[in-house]
Structures are given as structure tokens and as C-alpha cells.
T-cell receptor
Framework: EAGVTQFPSHSVIEKGQTVTLRCDPISGHDNLYWYRRVMGKEIKFLLHFVKESKQDESGMPNNRFLAERTGGTYSTLKVQPAELEDSGVYFC????????????FGPGTRLTVT | EDQVTQSPEALRLQEGESSSLNCSYTVSGLRGLFWYRQDPGKGPEFLFTLYSAGEEKEKERLKATLTKKESFLHITAPKPEDSATYLCAAYSGNTGKLIFGQGTTLQVKP
């Protein structure tokens, strides 16, 4: 069974540009999560999809971040325009159950904004 | 505010030297305590979930335990391949979120 995949693995962009990160969850997992880890800090929740619906987006930093999950399969996270403080590693995770159950993480996308 | 604190930040052990990693939490409505292992350049890999105080789980050289205020990850006779960052995360039933600690980076020398 394929795990969670993320693309790209690394992205370097200039301040003000746009970047789109993609996550493909484990097949059949309705729950999809986005997390972010900035330098020196812990991994923090961004948002949670159940199928194509946003269950909780309270962790999104501001309106420069837009997440979508059309059709309830893969998800994209767009940052527009990117700022320096957006640099970090963005992780995607998926789970077949909502609640206190294991979430399976992808390898992450390292975003560097210069 | 929900918070998870891990200690120590870094730990160096000789191969075979057993030790414990600590995870203290203050989380509203704890519903589960998770341990993950993370290797450089990779995502967190699930190890254990503990749901109630007194619960213990084991996997190879690792054993996780849970009390009402903290969790321990005991590593018995570690090997160099156990070197990684170990992450603790608490699931809040009140917020429905997983709260992570900063991790403990373990290095096991042969």
C-alpha cells in the first residue's frame, strides 16, 4: 500500500511569489491534515479535511494560505503571496478515522522563501 | 493553553545504554498520546498510541508508558539504528487537534 506522498520535496521561491504544494493521501483515507514546522518550533496543525470538506481550518496563519481538496482525493495548499515567515516544512497526514487515531505522515515539502 | 513539552532536547547514548525520554502535557480533554519517530528528511513515522493512564505498549526495544501528566518512552539496549528524533503528540478531545512537542533527538553511538 502506497503511503502519503507530497510534491515537491523542496521549493525555493522569492518573497511575493506563489507556490502550490500537493499531497496525495493513502487511498481510502477520508481524513487529510496539513501541518507546518518552522525552524526551531514544533509541528503545528494547519487544517483538516474530511473528504472534500474543510472540517477545521483554525490553524491557517492568514488568508494568504488556501487549501483545497477537490473530489476528496488529493489536496493542494497554495501560498500567495509568499512571505519570509512562511518558510518551513509542510507536512500532510491522512487517517481512515477522525479522532484520536494514528495519522500517517508524508515526507514533507521544505519551503524556502528568500 | 494546550502544551506538550519534551525532555531532554538531545540525548547521546552508547550502544546498549538504556534510557528514557520524557513527554509532559497539559492538554484539555486528552483523548490519546502518540509517539512518532522521525528520521532526517522524512515525515514522522507512527510508533504508539496510549489512551489511558497506566497503559503501556512495546515495540522491539521501545516501551511507551502513560500517566495523568506525562508519558515516557523507554529505550532498552539501544542500537545505532535507533538514532532519530522522537516526537510526542497529544490529541485534545476539546479542540480535535494533535499537539506536538518539539522532539528529542537521540544519537546512539556504536
Amino acid at each position: 500500500e502506497a503511503g502519503v506522498t507530497q510534491f515537491p520535496s523542496h521549493s525555493v521561491i522569492e518573497k511575493g511569489q506563489t507556490v502550490t504544494l500537493r499531497c496525495d493521501p493513502i487511498s481510502g483515507h477520508d481524513n487529510l491534515y496539513w501541518y507546518r514546522r518552522v525552524m526551531g518550533k514544533e509541528i503545528k496543525f494547519l487544517l483538516h479535511f474530511v473528504k472534500e470538506s474543510k472540517q477545521d481550518e483554525s490553524g491557517m496563519p492568514n488568508n494568504r494560505f488556501l487549501a483545497e481538496r477537490t473530489g476528496g482525493t488529493y489536496s493542494t495548499l497554495k501560498v500567495q503571496p509568499a512571505e519570509l515567515e512562511d518558510s518551513g516544512v509542510y507536512f500532510c497526514a491522512s487517517s481512515n478515522r477522525q479522532g484520536p487515531y494514528e495519522q500517517y505522515f508524508g515526507p514533507g515539502t521544505r519551503l524556502t522563501v528568500t | 493553553e494546550d502544551q506538550v513539552t519534551q525532555s531532554p532536547e538531545a540525548l547521546r547514548l552508547q550502544e546498549g545504554e538504556s534510557s528514557s525520554l520524557n513527554c509532559s502535557y497539559t492538554v484539555s480533554g486528552l483523548r490519546g498520546l502518540f509517539w512518532y519517530r522521525q528520521d532526517p528528511g522524512k515525515g514522522p513515522e507512527f510508533l504508539f498510541t496510549l489512551y489511558s493512564a497506566g497503559e503501556e505498549k512495546e515495540k522491539e526495544r521501545l516501551k511507551a508508558t502513560l500517566t495523568k501528566k506525562e508519558s515516557f518512552l523507554h529505550i532498552t539496549a539501544p542500537k545505532p539504528e535507533d538514532s532519530a528524533t522522537y516526537l510526542c503528540a497529544a490529541y485534545s478531545g476539546n479542540t480535535g487537534k494533535l499537539i506536538f512537542g518539539q522532539g528529542t533527538t537521540l544519537q546512539v553511538k556504536p
